[in-house]
């Protein structure tokens, strides 16, 4: 367990380390960086000051060498617009995007679940047929218009749910993470239900059924744990994009998370903190997978890590 652990970290790093000179090569492949930064209408002699500031100067693989050491020392750079490190910046949003990702998580997860549960134990049944038109909607409705739709319902019609912000506590996560949690759902009821059925056609579970064990007793007590095995991959890798801030719909409800941020960044030109969003987001995004790797065997002790 340990050599696989320090496995999986050798090779998180290494993905890091390749999220962050794409990000880094990305930049400057795109065009000049000092441009992007300054307005349009900058002088020459303004583009000069800045290029010389940030040693843009320098040769390409100096930058690269600086701003890995950088990193290192836990220096993500300094926004623009804000005129402050960029880390400090993103983690005071951080919380908020944290908490609307795990409501959202959950929201999928229990939907997901018990949704593929039921269409797997009634296959065919008038509930598999909704279920699929559900996995369906949810796996093709553009996110942007499911969020003005539930505004437009619960919040400018029924006056339910705030419009926008996090004034208002868990009212105002509710709408939002619903809107994150339809893609993640459908994906789970999809997968459940799939694996569920291969499991049930399983021979231990004929056994248990030949014992006189109830199909739903069968279903809750051996058949759900062994089902659930390849759902974690899946909501492990939702949760981590969640985690790594929902653009469009924290722009659309005005939350206060990383997704908004990022916007608000590339708006601004502000190309540090924007570099320092995307390497944020992919440490976070490698770190759940990692988790999610390691929490396999607490649902399958067969499995062995070598």
């Not at 960086?33 to 040769?59: H, I, K, T, W």
């Not at 569920?196 to 007793?217: C, E, H, N, P």
């Amino acid at each position: 367990m340990a050599k696989y652990v320090l496995k999986r970290v050798f090779g998180s790093l290494i993905a890091i380390l390749g999220a962050a000179t794409v990000v880094f090569f990305m930049i400057r492949i795109s065009g000049d960086p000092v441009r992007l930064m300054l307005p349009v209408e900058a002088s020459e002699e303004q583009v000069a000051a800045l290029r010389d500031s940030l040693g843009y100067n320098d040769p390409v693989i100096v930058q690269y060498g600086r701003y890995l050491l950088d990193l290192l020392h836990g220096d993500f750079g300094t926004s623009l617009h804000y005129n402050a490190p960029a880390l400090p910046l993103i983690l005071e949003r951080l919380p908020a995007t944290i908490e609307l990702a795990v409501m959202a998580i959950a929201f999928a997860t229990v939907i997901g679940l018990i949704a593929g549960t039921i269409a797997a134990v009634r296959r065919n049944g008038p509930f598999d047929v909704v279920s699929n038109v559900f996995v369906m909607f949810g796996q093709s409705v553009p996110v942007f218009w499911l969020s003005i739709l539930l505004i437009l319902l619960f919040s400018v019609t029924l006056k339910i749910f705030p419009t926008s912000g996090a004034d208002q506590g868990i009212m105002s996560m509710i709408l939002p993470a619903f809107a994150l949690s339809c893609y993640p759902a459908a994906t789970i009821t999809r997968l459940m239900r799939s694996s569920l059925l291969d499991v049930m056609s399983q021979d231990y579970i004929r056994t248990a059924r030949a014992k006189g064990f109830s199909k739903w007793r069968v279903v809750i007590f051996q058949a759900i744990k062994n089902a659930f095995i390849p759902v974690i991959t899946v909501i492990g890798m939702e949760f981590g994009t969640l985690l790594g801030g929902a653009v469009v719909t924290e722009t659309i409800f005005a939350w206060p998370g990383i997704g908004r941020l990022m916007i608000q960044a590339v708006n601004n030109r502000d190309f540090p903190l924007v570099q320092a969003c995307v390497l944020v987001i992919s440490f976070i995004f490698v770190l759940v997978n990692f988790i999610v790797d390691i929490s396999y065997s607490l649902f399958d002790p067969r499995i062995k890590y070598r």
